[in-house]
């Protein structure tokens, strides 16, 4: 189990992976924007430092913090944003489908809920196959009520399949407020279908560490899944266009309490001082290398566009897709 350090080290990187990302959004290296993860970072630690590297995970459109906890290379991940060709995914993911089966990350998922039924699927065919391997899944509150959510719930209770289900509760589903789209409880969705369910202080990496650690011995054990709610709140944009459109839905009044609660300062004050300079020190260094790998890439060559559509190598003929 890692200790204080190694949990704020994961904080660190995330939140100044996510900052340089945000610049090079607005330097235009990054086309299209981010979904920022700044704020909820004690999720991803504290999840994936429950988990073996064996074990997988799969993401959301606002899942570099999961990537990176996971144990996926930073410079590959700061490239794959750049839509480089040495990226996890040669550039053709980018923010929001990076994959690295080398380290279980099976991939982040654009389509609101749709990670879910994906890492049930992987939990049962993991237990089919005899291993203890578990699944562990991220989605927001804005997915709690979608329909292949409360799908992967039923199966995954009634095969009791190893997946811990891990919702990101940050209050809000783009400009939507959670209370004003979903009825009744989140953890009452899974105690609906017999799941354990439990409420999460999503700004502690150590509490959810905790609570993270229950769920995957349990799924570990045989015992199936669990759902986690973790509160937090998402400290920038919902996404980086907010930056130019500056859309108007939370009070500063609102955005300067949920940031008072910062992941990074709760970790940091259990690290003694030379050893979080250390590991700062060690941070900006990683990072500022990864962007420099990432800028020094070159761009995926157009004539290999149509590569890697498929797993097993089949060739769409150009001009057909
Ligand atoms: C099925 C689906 N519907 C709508 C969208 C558009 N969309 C992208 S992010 C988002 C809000 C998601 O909110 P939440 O799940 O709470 O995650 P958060 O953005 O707060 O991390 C929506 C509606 C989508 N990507 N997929």
Not at 84 to 91: E, I, Q, S, V, Y
Request: aromatic letters at 6%; hydrophobic letters at 45%.
């Amino acid at each position: 189990m890692p200790d204080s350090a190694a949990l704020y080290r994961t904080v660190r990187l995330i939140r100044r992976f996510e900052e340089r990302a945000v610049e090079l959004v607005r330097a235009k290296q990054i086309f299209g924007g981010i979904h920022p993860y700044t704020g909820q970072e004690a999720i991803a630690a504290g999840t994936c430092a429950a988990l073996r590297r064996d074990d997988v995970i799969t993401s959301t459109h606002r899942g570099h913090g999961h990537v990176l906890a996971k144990g996926a290379d930073p410079a590959r991940m700061m490239a794959e944003l750049l839509g480089r060709a040495t990226g996890l995914n040669r550039g053709r993911g980018g923010s929001m489908h990076a994959a690295d089966f080398s380290a279980g990350i099976l991939g982040a998922n654009a389509i609101v809920g749709a990670a879910a039924p994906i890492a049930t699927g992987a939990a049962w065919a993991a237990r089919r196959a005899g291993s203890d391997r578990v699944a562990l899944t991220y989605f927001g509150d804005g997915a709690v009520s979608q329909g292949v959510v409360l799908e992967a719930f039923n199966l995954a209770a009634l095969w009791t399949a190893p997946v811990i289900f891990v919702c990101e509760n940050n209050g809000w589903a783009t400009t939507t407020r959670t209370e004003d789209s979903v009825a009744g409880t989140i953890t009452g969705r899974a105690e609906a279908f017999g799941i354990p369910a439990a409420r999460v202080d999503g700004m502690d990496p150590e509490a959810v560490l905790a609570a993270a650690a229950e769920a995957v011995a349990r799924a570990r054990g045989g015992f199936g899944p669990t759902l986690l709610e973790c509160v937090t709140y998402r400290f920038d944009a919902h996404h980086t266009w907010e930056h130019t459109a500056r859309p108007r839905y939370r009070s500063p009044e609102e955005v300067e309490q949920g940031r008072s609660r910062d992941p990074l300062e709760i970790q940091g004050a259990r690290v003694p001082v030379a050893t979080r300079a250390r590991i700062d020190t060690e941070i900006e260094e990683l990072v500022e290398a990864a962007v420099r790998f990432a800028l020094d890439a070159p761009l995926p060559d157009p004539a290999t566009a149509l590569d890697h559509l498929y797993a097993d190598g089949t060739r769409v003929r150009a001009g057909v897709a």
